[in-house]
């Protein structure tokens, strides 16, 4: 997206995806602009990178979310020129304009800009052999306020829509190129519940309603055009459990080939949900219902749980398996409580760290990002009960029942065909595989653990994500001043994984 940002003059950028292969510094020149894209498992080696394109003469230029929360440490550690906070869309222009006038500023607000502000990915510059997927953003911004996430304080809790024709302009460009799998790479795919529409109706508040009807009713023109598409293609994506409520929407996903989607379950109980201020999820017979809606309606859900609340007992573990199994999950994760950075459990956590901080060697532990890869512990926030060991366990063990081959076999009866039920099986142990120990961390193409399997059977999986190559495939000609919003400098492309250091060089 940012080499789409990048004003013409200084040329294409060159993308480096470091969770894929590492920088050769040698390709790094005098007066080269290099940007390079932080999240908080990988800013340490973010900022390696920064000192040394720094030390060979280039402009070096931080964003990112944690560039976003940190920006005067992107500038200590990471030596930068600039940093960028927030959206990079229109900043990013102004950065290289400056640092090619050879003045650049020291911190850039990208803030938040409007959805149809949003740009399209210069998925040309990026290698298709590469890639099993692409992503695309459709929104930005989540209404909710989950003490463990940090999107709603990054990102705002006002949805910001990107328009749906520019969605599906980028969307068309990437099946040309042989893309069928895309993830609409949102974090709240329904950002308007009944709930909402009902208290701004109730309060008399019409503008409210307007604006939150508009935004409801955008989604499903997006899928409406979504179900258009070459019937190969199928997407993925994240919501909140609360779309279970919604009939009409989880049948607009199946029709729009929508065939499964991230729910954040987080824990299985009221009082595990109200420790991370999600008490409108549902728990017990409920949520086991809520969940089996989004399947009757064709929709798979990957349930996502977490472990290490404060109100975790043993006990836990099993009744959350059980939980996820009875509610047909199609695939689940069970992570453990991290206090990322942005958060509320973060800002709690390093108050209660500020009268006698834990130290690793000269780094307080509220600053974990910074301890070498080598000796950083796993960092998860402290429980009243269990030691983290003894959390890690047992999630282990979780994952262990959840992902054994018999529970994969049953569960690949929603397959068509024996192929199917194969592929399904494959994919259910990559994920198991990727996920659970390591997650699919930053330095993944650094790290030997587990490795050589996952990439192997991730190379077999490839071929089932690919499609052949549809050059002619021709889009919806847009009403006049809406078409090919955001559309500008796309002209085709790769698909992409996130993460790792984005780096800009122009040709001069
Ligand atoms: C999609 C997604 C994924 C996908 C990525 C898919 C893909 N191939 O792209 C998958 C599932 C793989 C994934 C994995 C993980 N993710 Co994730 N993911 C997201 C999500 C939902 C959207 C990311 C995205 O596409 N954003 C769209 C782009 C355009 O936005 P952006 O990255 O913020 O970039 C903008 C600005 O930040 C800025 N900018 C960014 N970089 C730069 C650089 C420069 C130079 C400049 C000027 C500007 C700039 O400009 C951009 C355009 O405006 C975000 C949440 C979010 N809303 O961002 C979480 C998020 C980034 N993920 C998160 C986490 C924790 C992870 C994992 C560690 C989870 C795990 N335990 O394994 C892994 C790490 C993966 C890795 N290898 O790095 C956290 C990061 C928190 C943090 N403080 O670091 C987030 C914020 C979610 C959260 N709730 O907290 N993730
Ligand atoms: S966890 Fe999901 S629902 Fe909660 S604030 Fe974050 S994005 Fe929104």
């Known amino acids: 997206m940012l080499a789409a940002a990048t004003p013409r003059v200084a040329g294409d950028p060159i993308l480096v995806d470091e969770s894929l292969e590492q920088i050769v510094p040698e390709t790094i020149q005098p007066g080269d602009i290099v940007g390079i894209s932080v999240h908080t498992g990988n800013a340490l080696r973010g900022y390696a990178v920064g000192r040394m394109a720094r030390s060979r003469g280039a402009w070096v230029v931080y964003g990112g979310i944690h560039a976003t929360l940190f920006p005067e440490e992107a500038l ?11 959206d990079g869309d229109i900043a990013w222009g102004r950065v290289v304009t400056d640092c090619l006038a050879g003045n650049p500023e020291r911190i850039y607000a990208g803030g938040r800009i409007e959805g149809g502000e949003f740009l399209a990915a210069r998925w040309d510059l990026m290698n298709p052999e590469k ?41 068309i460009a990437l099946r040309r190129l042989g893309f069928r799998f895309i993830a ?3 974090d709240n795919f329904y950002p308007v519940t009944f709930t909402d529409l009902r208290l701004a109706r109730e309060q008399g508040n019409t503008a409210r309603l307007e604006e939150l009807t508009t935004i409801r009713n955008e ?3 997006l899928m409406e055009e979504l179900a258009k598409l ?26 729009a080939n929508i065939k499964g989607a991230l729910v954040g379950v987080e824990a299985v109980t009221p009082e595990g949900l109200k420790a991370v201020f999600k008490d409108w999820n549902y728990s017990g017979e409920a949520l086991a ?43 689940a994760q069970f992570v453990m409580m991290t206090p990322f950075p ?13 009268q006698h901080p834990t130290m690793v060697g000269d780094v307080p532990i509220t600053r974990y990002w910074m301890i070498p890869i080598e000796v950083r512990p796993k960092m ?11 959390i890690r366990e047992r999630t282990q063990k979780v994952w262990d029942r959840f992902y054994k081959w018999s529970a994969i076999w049953q569960r690949s009866a929603c397959t068509p065909n024996l192929r199917s039920r194969i592929a399904f099986m494959c994919l259910s142990k990559l994920y198991r595989q990727m996920y659970a120990g390591t997650g699919i961390s930053t330095d993944s193409a650094r790290r030997k653990k587990s490795k050589s399997w996952a990439r192997w059977t991730a190379r077999q999986c490839k071929k089932l994500f690919r499609a052949r190559p549809m050059p002619e495939l021709q889009g919806p000609k847009w009403d006049l001043g809406l078409g090919g919003l955001g559309q500008a400098a796309f002209d085709g492309g790769d698909g992409s994984e996130m993460a790792g250091p984005f780096v800009v060089l122009p040709e001069n």
Not at 76 to 86: I, L, S
Not at 238 to 252: P, S, V
Not at 344 to 353: A, C, L, M, S, T
């Open 184 to 186: 609409l790479a949102d």
């Open 289 to 331: 219902k809520q969940l089996q809606t989004f399947k009757q309606h064709g929709v798979h859900v990957l349930g996502s749980f977490i472990f290490g609340l404060p109100t975790d007992r043993p006990a836990t573990f099993d009744a959350t398996v059980e939980m996820a199994l009875k509610a047909g999950v199609t695939f």
């Open 380 to 390: 998860f926030t402290p429980h009243p009960t269990m030691t983290s060991d003894e």
């Open 219 to 221: 989604r499903l023109q």
């Open 131 to 171: 890639y099993m997927w692409a992503s695309v953003q459709t929104i930005r911004g989540c209404p909710k306020h989950c003490s463990f996430c940090s999107v709603w304080r990054t990102d705002g809790q006002k949805p910001r829509q990107r328009k749906f024709q520019s969605v599906v302009d980028e969307i």
């Open 230 to 255: 070459p019937k190969d293609m199928v997407f993925f994506t994240q919501i909140t459990m609360e779309a279970g409520e919604d009939g009409d929407y989880l049948d607009a996903m199946r029709r």
């Open 76 to 86: 200590e550690r990471g030596e930068a020129h600039a940093v960028v906070t927030g």
């Open 342 to 354: 942005g958060t509320v459990d973060f800002g709690r956590w390093e108050k209660e760290q500020s």
